[in-house]
């Protein structure tokens, strides 16, 4: 019996990592529909390859591992897919927090796009981005600054695996500019190691972002927490708003409103 559970599990993580080297990333809830097991027991198997150099835990699943946790940066595509109810509430949230006429930047990363989505309503913004995929959402919504709709700024730069333009010529454009509020993702959040992303180029660029903003809005769902990657860019007391989902533990809340200028649960605001 043991022997056919061994079996079975060593069936399951083949057809994980099969997946993972097919399409990227998994889902959690997707492999439970796909697997017929539980939660847990896929939990567990995306433990056991971790352990093994397979893959990499995320948030709500797993992607391609590279070269571990810390200096390992998914590639938009692969983050897209993932806690996509979380990102929808937070951007909704975020969304709010935008006022007609204003200069917003928006940086890299999925909950930041999600929250771009939000915005080409709003009348008169000028929305300045070193994300490629923003730019695409901006341009393929074929609206009419003329007539009231969003105005793209893109930075320029070199594009990271996460789609945004970073290096050198993305943070000149940047240090010239001054914007009314910041929309910010991250890779990582922690209490002692602030907003952090694997890579040392868009850390240097989301810095500079940091640096032109008059406020700040960070947006990041609850599995964000706790995660660390190679560089910081930004401590939490810069935030004036941090944006996250229900998903956020009390101890999380807790060092996150001591830091932090507002805290927003997204769902809960009343």
């Keep these: 019996m043991a022997e056919q559970a061994t079996q079975l599990a060593h069936q399951r993580r083949a057809f994980i990592l099969a997946a993972v080297r097919r399409d990227g990333a ?33 948030y709500g699943g797993a992607v391609a591992a590279a070269d571990g946790p810390s ?10 897919d993932l806690e996509g109810e979380a990102k929808a509430a937070i951007a909704d949230t975020a969304a709010t927090l935008v006022e007609s006429g204003s200069v917003v930047a928006i940086s890299g990363g999925t909950t930041a796009h999600a929250v771009a989505a939000r915005l080409l309503g709003v009348p008169r913004l000028t929305i ?14 074929g609206l009419d600054p003329a007539a009231g709709a969003p105005t793209l700024l893109l930075t320029g730069g070199s594009p990271t ?44 660029t989301n810095r500079a972002l940091v640096a032109s903003a008059r406020r700040i809005a ?52 009343a």
């Design 128 to 141: 300045v981005t070193n994300s490629l995929p923003v730019a695409d959402l901006v341009r393929a919504a």
């Design 71 to 80: 200096g390992h940066e998914p590639g938009f595509e692969a983050k897209s």
């Design 218 to 269: 960070v947006v990041a769902d609850h599995t964000k927490w706790g995660v660390v990657g190679l560089s910081g860019f930004a401590t939490l007391d810069q935030a004036d708003w941090y944006v996250t989902d229900r998903g956020t533990p009390a101890p999380a809340r807790a060092a996150l409103k001591d830091a932090v200028g507002e805290l927003l649960v997204a769902g809960e605001e």
């Design 26 to 58: 998994v889902r959690v809830a997707d492999l439970v529909g796909q697997l017929g097991v539980s939660d847990m027991t896929i939990r567990r198997d995306l433990d056991a390859l971790a352990r093994r150099g397979a893959v990499e835990k995320v």
């Design 161 to 204: 695996p996460s789609a945004a333009l970073a290096g050198p010529l993305a943070d000149l454009v940047i240090g010239s500019l001054h914007v009314d509020l910041l929309v910010l993702g991250a890779h990582g959040v922690s209490e002692t190691a602030g907003l952090t992303t694997p890579n040392l180029m868009e850390a240097q």
